[in-house]
Each structure stands twice: as C-alpha cells, then as structure tokens.
C-alpha cells in the first residue's frame, strides 16, 4: 500500500483560504480529508482515486469550499484508458481544438490556482460544452 500526504487549500466564497490536509492511499482508493479550522474528517473509498476526489469535493462545497487542485480545474477531466492505468490520479487539462498528449496529464491532487477551480457541476457543464464543440 502506497500512502502520501498533502496539504492542499481550499477557498470559500468570501475569498476566505483554509488547509486541507489529504491523505491519499492505494491500493485500494482511499482518500482521508481533513480540515483543522472546522471538525471535519472523512474518509473516502470508491473505485478509484479521482471518485474519492469527486466525493471528498461534495461534502466540501456543501461547507461552502472548494479544494484549489488540478482536479477541480474547469477544463481537466479523465479519458478512460489513463483513469484505469492510474488509479485515476491523472487527467487531461483539456483546450479546444487541440489534439491530447501526455504532455497534457496532470495529477489531480496537484496544487491549483484557486481562481481556476470550480464546483462539480460548473466542471461537468463546462466539459459538456468542450465536448459538443469537439463534434461540430
């Protein structure tokens, strides 16, 4: 079993910034989050790691932050065959009209601006509309 920790930031509405602290294991998926500020701690075990990160993102955008990773980045999303081969540690940061490389895989638990990261639903809709530009 493999275990790193992390400390991440994670930013409120109010442009309030709080440490995450991360622990990350596998096999099998497991993510730990904890906030020192407020009494939170959740342990997380899905398929893979990038669903441990979907889930620990819920719980933290209902307190009302969200996790400044590259996982949580508007235009960074998974293709299939690289979520299997990596657990699901590693995404595309994905632009229009440009061809994929593995130039272009980025962990998901690596630090990101804070201005880029965005809520599930806003990521999900954004990679919605990427996609049905790619098809026109």
Do not use: H, W
Request: charged fraction near 30%; charge should be negative; aromatic fraction near 6%.
């Amino acid at each position: 079993m493999i275990v790193e920790e992390l400390v991440r930031t994670a930013i409120r509405a109010i442009g309030e910034k709080v440490n995450v602290f991360l622990q990350i294991s596998t096999p099998p998926s497991i993510l730990r989050v904890r906030l020192t500020d407020e009494e939170f701690e959740r342990v997380y075990e899905e398929v893979d790691l990038l669903e441990c990160l979907k889930s620990a993102r819920r719980d933290l955008e209902a307190m009302g932050l969200l996790l400044c990773c590259q996982g949580a980045r508007l235009n960074v999303f998974p293709s299939g065959m690289t979520r299997q081969m990596t657990e699901g540690r590693l995404a595309y940061s994905l632009e229009a009209g440009k061809e994929l490389s593995d130039d272009d895989l980025v962990d998901i638990f690596a630090p990101a601006d804070c201005s880029e990261v965005a809520t599930l639903e806003d990521q999900l809709a954004a990679m919605r509309e990427l996609f049905r530009m790619k098809r026109s």
